[in-house]
């Protein structure tokens, strides 16, 4: 399901149109706006101020806002959309693999870190024997909360274990922990109902969860999981692209994103 605060209306006759439409305007102008998709949240609370930003450049941006993660990479590959913020490179590594989506990354934006939330302990080392812990069920997210739990030391994973990780990884488990697989977006929801959860500060912030004052555990301002600009493999050269980037990756937005996130989100440009 996607939810937007501006209509989607015309996005289906937009596509119907594209290849004269194309020839008569300009991407990024009053008449074919820049379409930029963004889960709801955080992303596209900073998107919206790249499109104040690009707006004084000339450059018209419609941010379509979304409540999941499969449908921005499927809008775009369907040419619905003509970019999308929301996804790190594993996750984008894995849609191309496996959807075979001819997209590409042109730039980061922010790291979000990720974070363990319970509602029931106040310390990882108070979660009890036999706990049922919440991780996201797509397989980048699930192996980066599978690591980010073993550093917390819930259990041990196999050596070299990264984000593509998965339960069969997990070589020790004192504790016995088991892990509950749910969709990114439905763990906070799922939090009472569980010992302990990963969650994206995407989905953690739009829940009232504060990263900062509530996770307890973090991952650092080195995580690799940076979010990127995506767009279709074919417009990667695009005009439009390099002023997209360059009204991201601008000093202005950086402030906004500390003074907003104080330390939630952290500017990868």
């Known amino acids: 399901m996607i939810i937007t605060r501006r209509s989607l209306g015309s996005l ?13 305007q300009d991407i990024g102008t009053a008449q ?6 963004a889960t709801a949240g955080p992303h596209s609370q900073v998107m919206d101020k790249v499109r104040e930003v690009a707006a004084r450049d000339g450059l018209v941006i419609r941010v379509v806002e979304f409540t999941d993660y499969i449908q921005p990479n499927a809008a775009l590959a369907a040419g619905d959309l003509d970019a999308n913020s929301y996804q790190h490179q ?7 693999r496996d959807r075979r989506l001819p997209l590409a990354a042109v730039g980061k934006t922010l790291v979000f870190p990720m974070g363990l939330y319970s509602r029931r302990h106040k310390t990882v080392d108070t979660v009890p024997n036999g706990a049922r812990v ?12 599978l690591v980010l739990l073993a550093k917390a030391g ?6 070299g274990a990264d984000h593509a990780s998965t339960v069969a990884d ?16 439905q ?14 500060t995407n989905f953690a912030i739009p829940a009232g969860l504060n990263p900062v ?7 650092g301002a080195d995580s690799p999981y940076a979010n990127l600009i995506v767009v279709r493999e074919q417009d990667k050269a695009a005009p439009w692209v390099r002023r997209l980037l360059a009204a991201y990756q601008n000093a202005e937005v950086k402030q906004f994103v500390q003074q907003t996130f104080q330390g939630a989100a952290v500017p990868a440009f």
């Open 213 to 219: 004052r509530d996770a307890l555990a973090l991952e």
């Open 187 to 200: 763990i906070p929801r799922a939090l009472d109902d569980v010992e302990l959860a990963a969650i994206n």
């Open 134 to 145: 919440a991780i996201p069920n797509d397989p980048s997210n699930g192996g980066r909360a």
């Open 90 to 96: 594993p996750f984008l590594d894995a849609a191309v």
């Open 170 to 185: 997990i070589i020790e488990n004192p504790k016995r922990i088991r892990i509950v697989e749910l969709e990114a977006a």
């Open 12 to 24: 289906a006759a937009l596509a119907a149109l594209a290849p004269s439409f194309a020839l008569a």
């Open 154 to 159: 819930l259990f041990t994973l196999k050596p």
């Open 32 to 37: 074919r706006p820049l379409r930029v998709g």
